[in-house]
Structure formats: C-alpha cells, structure tokens
C-alpha cells in the first residue's frame, strides 16, 4: 500500500501534519496562509507542500495563498475525516493508560471510548472513566460499536498473537507500539509507534560523544 | 536537514526499522538473512532495501545474503550507537509515567535516567525509580550528565517554551509527543510523535463508514 491512486504514501502521509497545522493557525484566528508560511511553521519546503496538495487539485491562488477552512475542509475529505472513527485502546498498561488520558482524539476525528485487556483482573477498573473490557469480548463488542480501528499497547511477546484477534475482529488499522513487525493481511493497515526508532533517527545527525570530547581536548 | 550527504532523510529513517528487524532476527537465533526475508517481514520491496543499504557500502553478497551480525553493527555505527545516548524525560503526567516505564530504551542505545517536570508538586515522586526533578534544574544536569536528547511530554500550550528551555540546555535532539510544530535551531533536531497524525494516514486507505453502510444495504 505505498502507492494509492498513484499518490505516493510518503505525500499522504504529510497530510495529517498540514491539518494540523492549519488547525492551529485557524485557532489562533488566522483565516488565510500561504505554502511558504505553512512551510516556515514545519521545515518543509513551499515547493514540496505545493506539490504535495497538487496531487489533489487546486487549493489555493497565485498570490492571496490558500483559504485555511477550504483548505481544512479538503484534508478533510481527502483523509476520510467527515466521520468519526472509532478507536480502541488494547492493553491497560501504563502506555494504555495515557492513551485513555490523552485529550486530542475526538476533536481530531476519533472516538476513543474502548479499552481491553487479557488479564481478567483489569477487567472494570476504570481508565479516565473507561471502563476495561476482556479481549475475549473484543469481537462482540467491535461489531456492535463499529470499532474499525485499535491502538496496540500491549508487550512486545504478545502483539502477534493479539494482532492476530485484532484482524479476526475486523479491525481494518492498527498503530502498533510494541516495537516489532507485525504480519496482517493485506486490507489490514498498520503503522508504527516506537520512540527508540525515531530517536535512532535523530542519532544518525548527532555528533557522537567522542567527537565531542576530541574537540573539546583541542580547545 | 532533510538530506545529509547526499542521502535522503527517509532512507536514514528506515534504518532503525532494519535494525529492529534484525535484532529479532538475531535473538530468534539467525544468522544470515536476505533483502527478501528481511522485505517480506517489514512490508518493503527487498529492491528498496538494497537500495537503501547500497547508499552505505556493499554489506551482502549476491547469493548468501547478509551477515545478521555484520550488518547490526555497521547500522550502528551509522546511526552513532556505539555510544550510549543520554535522555530526559520532560513532564511527569501520565505519558511521561509510561515512558518511565517503557522498557525497551536501555538495550537499544539509551539511558533515560531523568524526569523534570515544571510543577513543584511533583518534584521529589519517583517514576518507575526515577525522582522527578524541578525544571529549573535542567541546565545544570544536562550539562554535568551530559543529556544531550529529550522525550517533551507536555501539555500543547507550553510546548515552545519548553522546547526553548531544552535548547538553551543544549539539547540538541527533542522528541515532541504535543501536537505541534515547535520551532527550533537549525543545529537542533526535532521530530514528532502524535497517534493522531498515524490515524488519519490509515484513514486515508480505509473505506469510509457511508460507504461500508452503502454497500450493507445493497447486500
């Protein structure tokens, strides 16, 4: 799924950053912006975000820059943002536990109202007024409530085995925690949060500590 | 900073990716894997992993493969893991709580041994071992335990102004989990990490809700 309608996923995925960026310059009571303003607020060039939403159509004028609700309006759409999506939590953890406090779901376009555990003795503690639900009543409840969507926080050792129930339930994304690769099939999608792996990738432009004591010595 | 030495910035961030894969690889017990084993488990054409390798020296042959452990070390000698890499953690509410406890920080190339948070309530509480730390203190142990990363888990509204405490610190690499764009020096690195932002990039390749209760009643 790298490639959707030829857009390159790369593209799709700095979608969510100009929505969110819009969404805060429409905050702060701005009403218009232009590519090289929104490029300045995120380190992006204003060519690549004029490329980027070229792929779309035509949002925005020569000279007056882009509307910032149309623009809004037309992420939106493109990201199938115009329903609410419906979200669980699995695993009760302490990650699971964050997730549950985390305040910027619903005003982002997710219902996050679901919270399961395998262990039977979680099973109605309450989670920022969520109350916790065994995996065993995953599927059931996933059909019932239309939940298409799961964040996994659950140990590294059992994201296969709980990925796995996650698919039986019908559920269609998946943002996986657990730092490992996960197998589903191919109308399943699945992302990756591991902050070890995005710090690994600030390394790669960090001048590594040696270097930094050598020069110091040369001081 | 989006290309360094002529390498692209999204090939840098598929190398922690293979370096995940082949610690698991490797703790399963392998020794030798391939381009295609390696595309098969992480959802990548084996070409674009030889691609991306190739930017870095020639580390297979044609045939055998790739030596598992070989190649573990030179991706760490380019991401600069031969060093451990000191972090703080910066706010101590509950997803600053789960970070504390996240376990898989240590055996990958980070020590995070520092919680600071801004309220003076919280100073003195331990975190999964570790006591929280004023703010205001974080110059000076920065400094003195040379923490050169943070994870920034605060509040949205007082993100910039803590970024720009973690910068006159001289952090020179932040994780940001608040749902915005902070704005940094260039010597500075800076990524993000918001479960949102990963939702609305699946929602993108799902079937929207109208659709799925369209085709329910064509049924």
Request: charged content about 20%; proline content about 3%.
């Amino acid at each position: 799924m790298s490639i959707a309608n030829g857009i390159p996923d790369i593209v799709i995925g700095r979608l969510p950053v100009y929505l969110r960026a819009l969404t805060n310059l429409a905050q702060s009571g701005k009403t218009n912006t232009s590519s090289h303003e929104l490029g300045r607020r995120l380190g992006i060039s204003s060519a690549q975000i004029r490329k980027d939403l070229s792929h779309f159509g035509e949002f925005g004028k020569q000279g007056t820059g882009y509307n910032i609700n149309y623009l809004l309006e037309q992420l939106r759409a493109i990201l199938n943002l115009e329903q609410e999506w419906r979200v669980a939590i699995i695993g009760a953890g302490y990650l699971g536990h964050a997730l549950a406090h985390y305040q910027g779901f619903s005003s982002r376009g997710f219902r996050m109202a679901w919270v399961f555990d395998i262990d039977h003795e979680m099973v109605g503690k309450k989670m920022n007024g969520l109350s916790v639900q065994h995996i065993d009543q995953l599927k059931e409840t996933a059909k019932q409530e239309n939940i298409q969507m799961a964040l996994l926080a659950v140990p590294t050792t059992a994201a296969q085995a709980v990925t796995d129930l996650l698919v039986d339930a019908g559920i269609k994304a998946i943002l996986n925690y657990a730092p490992i690769n996960v197998e589903v099939p191919a109308d399943v999608e699945v992302r990756y949060s591991d902050p070890v792996v995005q710090m690994q990738h600030m390394t790669y432009y960090l001048k590594p500590e040696l270097e930094v004591l050598a020069t110091l010595s040369r001081d």
